[in-house]
């Protein structure tokens, strides 16, 4: 893919999309889990839900990353703050979800 076909218009909100649902994640796991399986099921999905939306938002800005479309160098530093804190939380609940958590 050539750097003409993508365009950065977009790519702060996606780094402004990606913070805000990793804030997020971390207020919802420092949450205490219901007892209520029914309820623990929904907490779940959400969760589940939650982590899906970071990988979508990381993927697509590391396709931007690697096609080097980001406008300068430095805002190429906030993008790999954001990535190695996205990377982190999603390593986090992996190692939960292998554990059984």
């Known amino acids: 893919m050539n750097n003409a076909a993508m365009p950065t218009e977009h790519l702060p909100s996606l780094v402004a999309a990606l913070g805000a649902v990793v804030s997020e994640y971390r207020t919802f796991m420092a949450t205490h889990a219901p007892e209520d399986p029914k309820m623990f ?3 779940h999905a959400a969760g589940k839900a939650a982590v899906g939306h970071a990988a979508v938002i ?10 080097g479309t980001t406008p300068d160098a430095e805002a190429d530093r906030p993008l790999d703050e954001m990535l190695a ?6 390593s986090q609940y992996d190692d939960g979800a292998e554990n059984g958590g």
Do not use: E, I
């Open 41 to 43: 099921a929904a907490r």
């Open 58 to 67: 990381l993927k697509l800005l590391q396709c931007f990353h690697a096609a």
């Open 85 to 90: 804190a996205a990377r982190a939380a999603l």
